[in-house]
């Protein structure tokens, strides 16, 4: 089936350091959502993707769509404590099923 | 106020006992999910519904079940079959669509502890 292959796993910053976490599918997927757990908390939406190429911004994060469709990748610039977290991304192929990736995890060192 | 809660938020059952897990919806959404959450495992999909009285099996439906005898509710009972049930458990619901997925709206999710 579908597979959506998050890295890096983990990621350490210091406060202030941009971080990126990417999302990489082997088919081309119809569109791409991201979102963000907060430790002891539930996932909540952060963005949909649907267009080849596409680059969304919420403030400090970039949100960008490959434009093949099968890659994508989450940019938050200059860190803050509250961005501590677990960020996902799931994508499909067609389905109304989406994959999630494994997430990576955030940890920001003030 | 619309969302989704589950209940309880945390659950401990001895080993060899079903125990049922709650969700509710109030949003309208015909599709509902049950995801179970590992550490360093993601979002694995247990089992989906789009519409009453129908559902699909997920990634990971061994040891469990589900009902949708009603729009707003989809609950989930974990057997004594299941042979690792401590995690996790996160219901969601979101617009029914026909190849393309929606935004998921996620309950506050359940922790099962099975001694």
């Known amino acids: 089936g579908q597979q959506v292959m998050q890295i890096p796993q983990y990621q350490h910053v210091q406060e202030g350091e941009d971080f990126t976490t990417y999302c990489n599918s082997s088919?081309?997927?119809?569109?791409i959502q991201w979102y963000k757990q907060r430790p002891g908390g539930h996932p909540v939406f952060l963005i949909q993707l649907v267009k080849s190429g596409e680059v969304k911004k919420q403030k400090r994060l970039t949100f960008q769509f490959g434009e093949a469709k099968k890659n994508s990748s989450l940019h938050i610039t200059a860190t803050q404590t509250t961005d501590v977290g677990t960020y996902f991304c799931a994508g499909g192929g067609g389905s109304y099923i989406p994959t999630f990736g494994r997430g990576t995890s955030l940890i920001v060192h003030p | 106020d619309g969302g989704i809660t589950q209940s309880p938020k945390y659950l401990f059952r001895k080993e060899g006992q079903n125990v049922t897990l709650s969700c509710e919806q109030n949003l309208n959404h015909d599709a509902m999910y049950w995801y179970r959450q590992d550490p360093g495992q993601g979002l694995r999909l247990i089992y989906y519904s789009q519409i009453v009285n129908d559902f699909q099996k997920g990634d990971i439906a061994e040891g469990y079940s589900v009902s949708r005898e009603k729009k707003e509710s989809f609950p989930l009972t974990v057997t004594s079959a299941q042979k690792n049930p401590t995690a996790f458990y996160l219901c969601?619901?979101?617009?029914?669509?026909?190849?393309?997925?929606?935004?998921?709206?996620f309950g506050p999710g359940t922790r099962l502890t099975v001694t």
């Open positions: 969601a619901s979101s617009i029914e669509g026909s190849g393309f997925f929606y935004e998921q709206y």
């Open positions: 088919t081309t997927l119809s569109n």
